[in-house]
């Protein structure tokens, strides 16, 4: 007995050792499926509460169809399979030209758009070591939750040459819309399924519009179908159904598709639909009352109707809205100043202008709208101040790339000239000419030396003009000092030889 305590004593008793590399790995994989099922258990989670949350969805339920159609393959599988083929196109569709407007609408400083919410159940990857993608999932939960699932139960029947397909939306079980649409056809065999066709393309509509709204109304923009999608956007506007960003987008839209509308009337018929400009702009209106922000964008549509119809004020309360949300838009900035130099409001125009030039000193319109300022102070007969506008321009090193160069320089010289310093003003016209060879810019330049009684200058200006193909009979005797020369010899040559010219051509 001794013997056998004293060999137990000698027995270490502790954790079991691992001592080969199977039971490594078999601890190790153990460990891994823990983590794989606790990270699986997270996503169904994360899923579960996205379930409730993401937009609703549709399941196609049974369709019953005429015992003909069955006959002929039209079975409940066959039309199941194609609405959905058609309300994928729809989808496809509408969403790449959503994308179009959405880019359109949206702001430099990134305005509220219309939110898709994207769903991650849309990537298809798998969770763990398990086969089975988040879009399998998601399904599963909604199919088993019933939450935010609306299922379409439909029928096809026919009775006296029509079609008629009839839907009911369900969600829980309970009913939430009911719509039916027919379509007639002939004797023809083959005008049936024309219209099964056309049957099967109105019901995905429906579905969409009460699934997506804006995706069918941009499907409807992008299949120039603008007069169907008429009813679609008063049934959403005025339907409790769809909440204010779904009815602030179907006002873009169905205000863009009016627009678009009238102006391809128009261009077809160049009469202006002046009911339709209205409708249009109403909506815009309408959109405006919600997001303010889109005026960035459908406020140009508007803005550009009220100057047409010489609306300026109401045009410049647009471009002020514009310029609450982007103080930088140069547009904005450029024809608000545009329009109140139209209504005669130039010391508005001139801090606009002003503001153009401050933004973008080296743009065409900046270069322009320091133009536009030089001519207002010179109208004004403020000319120390034109003319300090218009060395702006001509220094400017852009101002030949606009073709302001030449126009800028000779304004300047004409403000020279107005004061008798006819010396200076020559040294600008001589400038122009090397940017724009112009009869008017020959003609100032032998003005100029004959005001600085400059005989032989005065004649040979004219002369380089008869070279380069201008024809100068009825601008010398327009010219004020031609009176002071016509009767000399030179003059009397030049005038020969202009005559002489035009006999030949």
């Known amino acids: 007995m001794k013997r056998v305590l004293s060999k137990l004593k000698k027995v270490k008793i502790g954790k079991p050792s691992i001592k080969t590399i199977d039971e490594k790995l078999a601890v190790l994989f153990s460990f891994s499926m823990k983590l794989l099922i606790l990270i699986t258990i997270m996503v169904m989670v994360i899923l579960f509460i996205q379930v409730l949350i993401v937009p609703q969805t ?59 919410s994207a769903d991650i159940s849309s990537f298809d990857i798998q969770v763990g070591l398990f086969e089975i993608s988040l879009t399998e999932i998601v399904n599963f939960l909604r199919e088993k939750i019933g939450n935010k699932n609306v299922v379409i139960e439909s ?19 309970e009913l939430i819309k009911y719509n039916r649409v027919e379509e007639g056809f002939t004797d023809d065999p083959d005008d049936k399924f024309r219209a099964l066709n056309e049957l099967i393309e109105k019901a995905a509509e429906f579905i969409i519009s009460y699934n997506d709204p804006v995706i069918l109304l941009s499907y409807f923009i992008s299949e120039n179908r603008g007069e169907v999608s008429d009813s679609i956007f008063r049934m959403v506007t005025y339907d409790d159904y769809f909440d204010d960003e779904i ?27 002046t009911g339709l400009y209205e409708s249009a702009l109403s909506k815009y209106h309408k959109a405006l009352e919600t997001e303010p922000e889109f005026v960035t964008s459908i406020g140009w549509n508007m803005a550009s109707y009220y100057i047409d119809n010489q609306e300026y004020r109401k045009a410049n309360d647009i471009y002020e809205k514009i310029l ?34 401050r933004l973008e000193p080296d743009s065409e319109k900046g270069l322009d709208a320091l133009m536009k300022i030089a001519a207002i102070h010179k109208n004004k007969e403020k000319n120390e101040l034109a003319k300090s506008y218009f060395k702006k321009v001509f220094t400017n090193e852009n101002a030949d790339k606009y073709n302001l160069a030449s126009t800028a320089l ?51 200006y004219l002369k ?17 000092v031609y009176s002071n020369y016509k009767d000399t010899e030179l003059m009397r040559f030049l005038i020969e030889e202009t005559f002489a010219k035009d006999s030949i051509n």
């Open 58 to 116: 549709f399941t196609i339920s049974a369709i019953s169809v005429p015992d003909d159609f069955e006959s002929k393959g039209y079975n409940s599988h066959v039309l199941g399979s194609r609405l959905t083929d058609k309300l994928t196109d729809i989808v496809k569709t509408g969403s790449e030209q959503l994308e179009i407007l959405e880019a359109d609408i949206a702001s430099e400083d990134e305005t509220q758009t219309y939110d898709k």
């Open 155 to 173: 029928d096809l029947t026919e009775e006296n040459s029509t079609l008629t397909f009839s839907m009911r939306l369900k969600s829980n079980g």
């Open 247 to 273: 009815k602030v987008w179907t006002y873009v839209i169905w205000g863009r598709t009016l627009y678009n509308r009238a102006e391809e009337n128009y261009f077809n018929t160049f009469e202006i639909d």
């Open 324 to 357: 609450t949300i982007d103080k930088k838009n140069i547009d904005a900035h450029y024809f608000l100043a545009e329009n109140y130099n139209i209504i005669d409001q130039k010391e508005d125009a001139v801090k606009s202008y002003g503001r153009v030039t």
């Open 410 to 460: 000779i304004e300047y010289a004409d403000l020279l000239t107005k004061e008798e310093d006819y010396k200076r003003a020559l040294a600008f016209y001589v400038k122009a000419l090397k940017y724009d060879k112009e009869i008017d810019t020959y003609m100032k330049i032998a003005e100029s030396y004959a005001h600085l009684g400059d005989t032989v200058a005065f004649v040979n």
């Open 464 to 480: 380089f003009a008869i070279d380069d193909g201008f024809e100068l009979t009825d601008s010398i005797i327009n010219t004020p």
